[in-house]
């Protein structure tokens, strides 16, 4: 059976850094599949943080995060990290990790920062960023 695990979150302080790792069992990550980012806060909409195509070659990044966060994938330990320095309160949320077949014959991006692109999702980590 496949799983996606998400693991790395916790409090920390304003201006801290967290690194989340994603860590896939049950199927290859190098295969096809894309890795996504998300973020849900109560009472928000889940939203896009970052994601990465099947190579590491494609990486897009919401304008939230662009220049603080920076996504990476070992497709060799099947794992997808998500590097976040200076935090923010803003950013306090449950952090997920999710999937995407990447397709040839698709027109859709190689890692498209639609949730509903996603298919396997994590269980969610928490990040409270707070003084």
């Known amino acids: 059976q496949w799983q996606l695990v998400e693991s790395g979150g916790g409090l920390v302080q304003p201006g801290g850094s967290l690194r989340l790792s994603c860590t896939a069992s049950?199927?290859?990550?190098?295969?096809?599949?894309?890795i996504g980012w998300f973020r849900q806060a109560p009472g928000k909409e889940r939203e896009a943080v970052s994601c990465?195509?099947?190579?590491?070659?494609?990486?897009n990044y919401a304008d939230s995060v662009q220049g603080r966060f920076t996504i990476s994938r070992d497709n060799a330990k099947n794992t997808v990290d998500l590097q976040m320095n200076r935090l923010k309160p803003e950013d306090t949320a449950v952090y997920y990790c999710?999937?995407?077949?990447?397709?040839?014959?698709?027109?859709?991006?190689?890692?498209?920062?639609?949730?509903?692109?996603?298919?396997?999702w994590g269980q969610g980590t928490q990040v409270t960023v707070s003084s």
């Open positions: 999710a999937s995407f077949v990447a397709n040839i014959l698709s027109t859709k991006s190689l890692c498209p920062m639609r949730v509903s692109d996603y298919g396997r």
């Open positions: 049950g199927f290859t990550l190098k295969d096809r599949y894309a």
């Open positions: 990465i195509s099947t190579n590491g070659r494609t990486i």
